[in-house]
T-cell receptor, first 114, second 113 residues
């Protein structure tokens, strides 16, 4: 069924360390994989996304990798800073065409300790 | 110049009441959504509209009724509110259904007492 599994649910790292969050999806037709960051009391905002025709995408300190065969994708944050502390959500589309919908993972609460 | 705006930001109401949340986007997007975020932060899609047409209607109680007067607006009306309806409701919009960036409103924190 439609499902996006996200791990870990919580992650605590020391400032400057790297953080990795992993997601697994179930729909093999999925072709778009966004990551959203939600700060406390704020709205989710897109930080990076990747399409199925590439295996990796980088934007400064954040990167996303995609393994279509295994149906999983990961968010990598390097040189973490306290302002990276937030809840991070992965998502993947379920269904196709006009009825496609974005299914979100359960979220990962990242705490970066100064 | 808020891209997706929803009102009100906070809503406290008694069980059994009827309430509405309004949403407007000025991005020119064709697709709009309502998401519910529960106390565990889980984001679940409720409804999706494409150009005023209902596309996705998840297993949501029929006390929830979305209305899209035009493609820039998607309102959510909730009848006979229950304690379990307490959550943060997010409106969002995207250029196309499901496979492009979703822009979220600031959320409406609904508390039913």
């Amino acid at each position: 069924g439609e499902n996006v599994e996200q791990h870990p649910s919580t992650l605590s790292v020391q400032e400057g360390d790297s953080a990795v969050i992993k997601c697994t999806y179930s729909d093999s037709a999925s072709n778009y994989f966004p990551w959203y960051k939600q700060e406390l009391g704020k709205r989710p905002q897109l930080i990076i996304d990747i399409r199925s025709n590439v295996g990796e995408k980088k934007d400064q300190r954040i990167a996303v990798t995609l393994n279509k065969t295994a149906k999983h994708f990961s968010l990598h944050i390097t040189e973490t800073q306290p302002e990276d502390s937030a809840v991070y959500f992965c998502a993947a589309p379920w269904g196709s065409g006009n009825t496609g919908k974005l299914i979100f993972g359960q979220g990962t609460t990242l705490q970066v300790k100064p | 110049d808020t891209a997706v705006s929803q009102t009100p930001k906070y809503l406290v109401t008694q069980m059994g009441n009827d309430k509405s949340i309004k949403c407007e986007q000025n991005l020119g997007h064709d697709t709009m959504y309502w998401y519910k975020q529960d106390s565990k932060k889980f984001l679940k899609i409720m409804f999706s509209y494409n150009n005023k047409e209902l596309i996705i209607n998840e297993t949501v109680p029929n006390r929830f009724s979305p209305k899209s007067p035009d493609k820039a607006h998607l309102n959510l009306h909730i009848n006979s509110l229950e304690l379990g309806d307490s959550a943060v409701y997010f409106c969002a919009s995207s250029f196309t259904q499901g496979v492009t960036e979703a822009f979220f409103g600031q959320g409406t924190r609904l508390t039913v007492v």
